[in-house]
């Protein structure tokens, strides 16, 4: 079937819309250029659980504030939920956590990933990560927008509760009704998926969106690591959605039609791991060197950061795999394909995608 947004206007922010039984949507505003989060209420009848939280902002503690104190006054909260590390997923844990009286849950990965973060430990801090991206080719423009992006998730995740509840694949918890929790990759390290065979409905969080395409970047603390191996596996999980299935998507209206969008994905990543094959034949560059192979329009400060880490994590694919060679010389990595010809580029970005379970160490 078509991709079919649900035929609602979105929320104003902070004003809860029932779109099912007890299930509610929120939306809450971003002051970037994604300039929205979508957030996830679920009543029982008893108590709510909250999925995701927004960034830490005044607006934000606000929109809360107004909505739980009204709405919901009076009404228990089961639960935190935070799909994942970002900040506009579990920016505002602590304070929500607090004025809930509510524990936080989160996968282990992801929660550990935020507190290393947030503290700006080895090799989160500003020196490893302007040594890694530096690595890379990376100038000052890079190297300052990539500091000031890790600067600001310390700003906007200012605090997370010292304790959480872990959550697993395959577990199933209760929040107006069971839902199981899948676990995807490539995105953050282990993003938290809710599915509802009951309702028919996915919780999906960053991991497939209607219309833009999740970022799939490689950070400082997995330098040769493969997220967009990872994440083409968990696209193959989506593959299997029922056709009528709705997902909640953190950005962008619930929509149905998820085997379409996986394709669409699939296609999107193929072609950049083409492109690439392309500009590297019979050249050796850096991922500095190869951002606007991928990524032609100007990019801001911020945008320049996502690019970055996507265009390594669509290099170390192709590295990973056999594809192409990567070389290190006087402190700096180039990359190099041999193919010349274009049905071999072809071939081997299709291999790329299909053989994304396998790599070569």
């Not at 505002?92 to 929660?111: I, N, V």
């Not at 039609?257 to 492109?275: D, N, Q, T």
């Not at 400060?301 to 880490?309: D, K, N, S």
């Not at 694919?317 to 700096?332: A, D, H, M, P, Q």
């Amino acid at each position: 079937m078509p991709i079919t947004a649900l035929d609602l206007e979105p929320p104003e922010p902070g004003v809860p819309l029932e779109i099912a039984p007890g299930l509610y949507w929120i939306r809450m505003p971003l002051a970037l250029a994604l300039n929205h989060v979508n957030l996830w209420l679920i009543h029982d009848g008893q108590m709510l659980s909250i999925v995701d939280t927004g960034m830490d902002t005044a607006s934000t503690r606000a929109a809360w504030s107004i909505l739980l104190e009204g709405r919901f006054a009076g009404v228990p909260v089961r639960r935190v939920i935070a799909t994942h590390l970002h900040p506009d997923h579990v920016g505002l844990a602590r304070w929500l956590c607090e004025y809930c009286h509510a524990p936080l849950a989160m996968t282990l990965g992801e929660y550990l990933s935020a507190r290393l973060i947030q503290g700006r430990v080895a090799p989160a801090d500003p020196a490893s990560i302007r040594s890694f991206y530096a690595q890379h080719g990376g100038g000052e423009r890079e190297l300052d927008a990539l500091e000031g992006r890790a600067q600001f998730y310390v700003q906007t995740v200012p605090a997370l509760p010292l304790a959480f509840e872990r959550l697993e694949e395959g577990e199933r918890i209760r929040m107006g009704g069971i839902w199981e929790v899948w676990i995807g990759g490539g995105h953050s390290p282990e993003h938290a998926a809710f599915w509802s065979p009951e309702r028919n409905v996915l919780i999906g969080g960053d991991l497939l969106l209607p219309r833009i395409s999740s970022n799939i970047s490689v950070f400082t603390l997995e330098p040769e690591g493969d997220p967009l191996a990872s994440y083409l596996k968990t696209l193959r999980r989506l593959r299997n959605l029922p056709d009528e299935a709705l997902v909640l998507p953190s950005h962008g209206r619930p929509f149905r039609g998820a085997r379409i969008r996986v394709e669409e994905l699939f296609a999107h990543h193929g072609e950049r791991l083409e492109r690439l094959l392309e500009a590297l034949s019979g050249a050796s560059r850096t991922a500095a060197e190869l951002i606007p192979v991928l990524f032609e329009r100007k990019l801001d400060r911020h945008e320049i950061g996502f690019a970055f880490g996507e265009t390594i994590a669509h290099l170390n694919r192709l590295w990973k795999g056999g594809w192409i060679e990567r070389e290190v010389e006087s402190g700096l990595i180039r990359f190099r394909a041999a193919l010349t010809h274009p049905e071999e580029r072809r071939r081997s970005a299709r291999l790329a995608l299909e053989d994304s379970d396998t790599a070569l160490r």
